[in-house]
């Protein structure tokens, strides 16, 4: 029996709008402890503001959640260990990054 589209996705995707509210601010809290700690593994001094440690913290949780959900140990926004060590590896490879673009601006000025 068809049970229709609704039964067959995941619950995140059927999450009300309080729900979606908690899990997006659960999303930004862990972007800014991923891009912390990303900054924290990653030597030397970076120029990065409060707004840039975040979105680069939420971006490498991004790409966490998807190389997890990729391997199959979780929903992309499910907190778990593989998701949050990919995370912030992925975080601090996109500091090494932006760090590189800013670098390049600051030369040519």
Do not use: H
């Not at 908690?22 to 990653?42: E, H, M, N, P, S």
């Amino acid at each position: 029996m068809a049970r229709g589209l609704a039964a067959t996705r995941p619950r995140s995707y059927a999450a009300g709008p309080t729900e979606w509210t908690v899990i997006v601010i659960g999303f930004i809290v862990a972007g800014l402890i991923i891009g912390a700690l990303a900054r924290l593994i990653k030597p030397g001094k970076q120029n990065l503001g409060l707004l840039a440690t975040l979105l680069l913290g939420l971006a490498g949780s991004v790409i966490g959640g998807v190389v997890a959900n990729l391997l199959d140990t979780g929903d992309i926004f499910e907190l778990n260990v593989l998701g949050f060590v990919v995370a912030v590896i992925a975080s601090v490879l996109l500091i090494g990054v932006a760090e590189g673009i800013s670098g390049r601006r600051k030369v040519r000025r």
